[in-house]
């Protein structure tokens, strides 16, 4: 009886063994710990990439003169810094004869002006993505042609950019400072 | 003392031999030895399992150790100035080749502008393609004036639609318009400019922002107290 049960009991010890652990640990716990190594290795490969990439890039970047560097970021602030900005502009102006005054600051939300009106007022439409922020900030002055010129050009050639966007130039000869009038819409940038 | 082998040694008879070696024959069989090499292949196939699935967990814990110790290289300030250098250099790319440079339209205006003609008014607006469009109001001192001066836009290739209207003449002849016309990107932007050799120079602007550039020059003011020699019937011009 024994002898004829043995086969048996091995074909069920057999059985248990292969459902009970072989299978689950192959299809479970070897597969998970497969999946990761996959995992490890792409993200060491990547880390390994990076690691170049870093070197070459801190390389490029040792290469770049200081000064330049210095001017980009003159260039493009990381903050808007619309206070010192229009105190520049003022001193700017006053070198020019321009006197400047009513600032009006004006944050452009998806290329158009928080102000922007429906009259069709044509404005500046940044592209979604970039890596900059806009704000307008409208100004008037007065003072002569000649002076004005000058003014423009001195801000057209600052290390800043200053985009004017909207002139209403007119006469203000009536006024007590004569010359003209000048309203004017600045776009500046800033890094986000 | 050894009994004769006649005398028998029980009363009880016996059973004829049977042969077991026949009947252990039958019982270790080929199922027999399959059970056994089942079991014994089962419990061989758990090993390797096991020793498949230790090797591999030690793998990955060494390649998680590997990467612990990669990510403890990366350093996340230097990554996120190389990213915002990146991000600095295109966006100063790209602002600088849509930079608004509206001097060289003042420029074309002076030059444009006859003598007998002047302007008194005039609303620029520079849209997002970055093309511009004007609005101006003048006097001219005769309507040949004023033709010669529409020809005069008529022949700036820069200046589009130059429309002259709203035009009449008072009692001393002179005569006052409007002018509406649009400006190509080419009289608005940078890239056009020689001002954007003189902003690319090192010295030219510096780390202030509103560093005026040391060649910038004051130029007549041409347009809008209207001075040129174009034109027939030149007169003096008259400022606002």
């Known amino acids: ?192 | 003392m050894a009994l004769p082998p006649n005398i028998p040694t029980s009363f009880v008879p016996k059973q004829p031999v049977t042969n077991h070696a026949h009947r252990s024959r039958d019982v270790h069989g080929p199922l027999y030895f399959g059970a056994i090499f089942l079991v014994a292949t089962s419990i061989v196939g758990a090993g390797i399992t096991f020793g498949y699935k230790t090797y591999i967990e030690t793998v990955r814990d060494s390649k998680k150790a590997k990467l612990e110790v990669a990510e403890r290289n990366i350093n996340p300030t230097a990554v996120e100035d190389f990213i915002r250098l990146r991000n600095r250099i295109q966006a100063a790319s790209t602002l600088l080749d849509q930079h608004v440079v509206n001097s060289q339209f003042f420029d074309v205006l002076e030059s444009l502008t006859l003598q007998n003609v002047r302007f008194q008014s005039l609303i620029l607006s520079v849209g997002a393609d970055r093309t511009a469009k004007i609005e101006m109001r003048g006097l001219a001192r005769s309507f040949n004036a004023l033709a010669a001066e529409s020809a005069a836009f008529a022949g700036e290739k820069r200046i589009k639609r130059a429309i002259f209207s709203n035009i009449t003449a008072d009692k001393n002849g002179v005569v006052s318009f409007s002018l509406r016309a649009e400006l190509d990107p080419k009289l608005t932007t940078i890239k056009s400019s020689s001002i954007k050799m003189q902003v690319t120079e090192p010295n030219i602007a510096t780390s202030t922002p509103f560093a005026p550039a040391a060649s910038t020059t004051t130029k007549a003011p041409k347009a809008l107290t209207a001075t040129t020699t174009r034109g027939n019937n030149a007169t003096a011009s008259t400022t606002p």
């Open chain 1, 1 to 192: 009886m024994t002898t004829k049960l043995f086969p048996i009991a091995c074909v069920l010890i057999a059985c248990a063994i292969f459902f009970g652990y072989i299978n689950p640990t192959v299809t479970g716990a070897i597969a998970t710990t497969n999946a990761q190594i996959k995992q490890y290795d792409a993200a060491l490969s990547a880390a390994q990439r990076f690691e170049q990439k870093q070197a070459q890039l801190t390389t490029e970047a040792k290469a770049l003169p200081q000064d330049g560097v210095t001017r980009l970021e003159a260039f493009l602030p990381d903050g808007v810094d619309n206070v010192q900005l229009i105190l520049d502009l003022d001193s700017v102006a006053a070198r020019s004869g321009i006197r400047l005054s009513d600032f009006v600051t004006t944050e452009v939300k998806g290329g158009q002006s928080a102000s922007d009106d429906a009259n069709g007022t044509p404005t500046l439409a940044l592209d979604n993505g970039q890596p900059y922020d806009s704000l307008d900030l409208s100004m008037s002055g007065t003072g002569s042609y000649t002076q004005f010129r000058s003014f423009l050009d001195a801000v057209e050639t600052s290390l800043r950019p200053l985009d004017l966007l909207e002139l209403r130039l007119s006469d203000a000869s009536a006024s007590p400072g004569g010359g003209y009038r000048y309203d004017m819409t600045f776009r500046l940038y800033w890094l986000r």
